[in-house]
């Protein structure tokens, strides 16, 4: 798989999760929270959300999602286990940009997309010996660090 994105490999540093297996949906809302963050902050931020004590604003997919505290949140949830595995890409790509001689103290997320990657097929049986389809529903995450001056 290749990135959707080519920026400059002298600043940035990059990370790709294949696959994972958290909800695409949760995927996207969080990407759009921490898209321009700074790398420790975003960090942070999803560190919170892992703990239950910072909520992360949904603006799609947000049917029936109740309203959480804070200044100008609406519709929001913690989505725990995408969290998580964004939290470990974020990681992977700080270490890539240590390894290459860039500082991570200063660099922002420029970009991350998500996407849904593929289906896991399974099946749940059901009475009279029937059965009805349960797949599971992977996602593949890119970013894209850059230096700042």
Do not use: W
């Amino acid at each position: 798989m290749g990135y959707s994105l080519v920026k400059d490999p002298e600043k940035s540093a990059k990370a790709y999760g294949k696959e994972l297996q958290c909800s695409p949906r949760h995927s996207q809302n969080i990407a759009r929270a921490v898209r321009g963050m700074k790398v420790q902050d975003a960090k942070n931020l999803l560190e919170q959300v892992i703990a239950l004590k910072r909520p992360i604003p949904f603006r799609t997919h947000n049917s029936k999602k109740g309203h959480k505290k804070g200044k100008g949140m609406g519709p929001g949830a913690f989505p725990k286990k995408a969290s998580q595995h964004i939290l470990r890409i974020i990681q992977d790509a700080e270490n890539n940009a240590e390894y290459k001689g860039l500082d991570p103290e200063n660099m922002v997320i420029s970009h991350i997309s998500t996407y849904m990657g593929r289906e896991i097929k399974g099946i749940m049986p059901r009475a009279q010996g029937r059965a009805t389809d349960k797949n599971e529903q992977t996602t593949n995450v890119e970013i894209i660090l850059e230096e700042i001056e």
